[in-house]
């Protein structure tokens, strides 16, 4: 009888220190990089002996990725623990609701949103449509594929060596003129063009396409 309480104090104790642990290492990650409430933390490493650190101290040990497996410094006291833990997230996310070819400008109709593992999905998923819509695919993607920022481009509205519109605003004065730009550019970027004159100045593009200069 002795025997299976000192199992099940063991046990229980064993437990309590493991949550213990996961609650800190969730806590340090709130803290540090403002995580998502459903970010599930899973320690990996095999624990020889119950950990618990009233006053821990956590660092990373590798490049962090937010999600996936990464490895984690515990330092408690003169006591030093190497932890290998996985992040766990469960989310909605951004894949192709058909085929979408090469130099499409994406509608809303191109797109669906699926619920998964974020942690198991290429860097730079897109999770949020307004993200997508509006830009340029740079290569064929196919359906119920994931779509990341590395296969989109802004929609340029400015785009290199072009005859465009400049507009140049003063406190007093706005004057129109052509130039021809020099960089592509979307909506708000920053792009150089070159007057008639020679002369290269940087302005804003706005949303027809025209560049507006300040003086």
Not at 73 to 81: I, W
Not at 113 to 134: E, F, M, S
Not at 155 to 181: E, G, P, R
Request: with cysteine; aromatic share 12%; proline share 3%.
């Amino acid at each position: 009888m002795k025997i299976i309480i000192y199992f099940f104090l063991f046990f229980f104790s064993f437990k309590v220190n493991a949550i213990s642990l996961t609650d800190q290492l969730n806590s340090f990650f709130k803290k540090e990089f403002y995580f998502r409430k459903n970010v599930n933390i899973i320690i990996r490493t095999p624990l020889k002996k119950n950990i618990f650190c009233k006053k821990p101290y956590f660092s990373i040990l590798n490049n962090f990725h937010y999600l996936g497996l990464t490895d984690i410094l515990l330092v408690c006291g003169k006591t030093h623990h190497f932890l290998k833990i996985e992040l766990q997230e469960k989310g909605e996310y951004i894949v192709a609701n058909r085929k979408i070819p090469r130099g499409t400008k994406i509608q809303e109709s191109d797109l669906k949103v699926l619920i998964g593992r974020l942690d198991k999905l290429p860097d730079n998923t897109y999770l949020n449509k307004k993200d997508v819509i509006n830009k340029v695919n740079i290569r064929d993607i196919f359906p119920l594929q994931p779509i990341t920022s590395f296969m989109t481009r802004p929609f340029w509205l400015v785009k290199f060596n072009q005859q465009i519109t400049i507009i140049i605003c003063s406190k007093y004065l706005t004057v129109s003129s052509q130039a021809k730009s020099l960089s592509n550019g979307a909506e708000n970027d920053n792009v150089r063009v070159k007057t008639k004159t020679g002369k290269i100045i940087t302005g804003i593009v706005n949303k027809m396409g025209q560049v507006v200069i300040s003086i």
